[in-house]
């Protein structure tokens, strides 16, 4: 994603995990054979890039990533949770700081700790990174389990960026952000709420239509399925415009039930405006549903 005053959210990187119901099983080394580069821009965030070149060395934390995303789209059939997705999350999350930052927002660890709003970067991209790490081991509580996975993982890619106290504060608040993308979490940071957005906002074309494609006919699904794009720009009455383009009236579902559950106690309700329309000659998603 480009750091610029409009950027879409795009999936443009084919994912390596995932592939039709029935696929002939694949082994550890043919999954990583098309692995996904992670990516942001770092803005002359030296430690952002450090950590993000730590990242893609990371065989460990790329293997947690898909098996995070065998259990959620081979085995449960569900969206995407693998490196395409925390790829997407980053950019948008590391995106809307920057303009929340540049609207005069600020950061958890700017307000409390007098540290600097690279670091408040450093926070969110390494929650958008691990928030999802925990399904690896199961879907049921996956936030929880994705946080004594991240403790360590964060220890090894933070080392030696920060001094001892800076290095556990940081630690602290990104698994605070990773806990509070769970369903009825309340954010109390900057960070955490706009990480939590952004895993919503991975909803752009070809984003959630697995469950879909595979047979699955409901109101999620075929919501789901009529999203086509979503950008990130700056707004005119709050700092961030979020516009989602529907190819179908159905997709008002997803925003209305999906988004806005999100948006709730995130903190970020004053600082983000969501305008969703759709395209004329509306695509039809159902030819027929029978119960």
Sequence with gaps: MTDVDSAAVTDNEAETTTGPTGDRARKVDDR????????????????????????NEDDDLYA????ANVNAVERLHMTDHGPVHVKIVMNIAVRMLRILIDAGVEPGVVRDYAMEPQDAEVVVALAALLHDV???????????????????????????????????IIR???LHAIISHRSGGKPFTLEAGVVRIADALDM??????????????SIHSISAAAIESVSIERGETKPIRVRIELTNSAGVFQIDQLLREKMKGSGLEPHVEIHASVAEGEKRLLTDFRL
């Design 172 to 174: 602290s608040d990104v």
């Design 204 to 217: 752009a074309k070809g984003r959630s239509r697995i469950p879909f494609e595979a047979g699955s006919v």
């Design 134 to 168: 925990g399904m690896s081991i199961h879907r049921a509580d996956h936030e929880a389990f994705s946080l004594f996975i991240a403790e360590q993982k964060l220890r090894e890619l933070l080392a030696g960026l920060y001094p001892t106290r800076e290095e556990t």
């Design 32 to 55: 990583f054979a098309n692995r996904i580069v992670i990516a942001v821009p770092d803005r002359h965030n030296p430690k952002l890039r450090s950590i993000m070149e730590r990242v």
């Design 64 to 67: 947690l990533w898909l098996a």
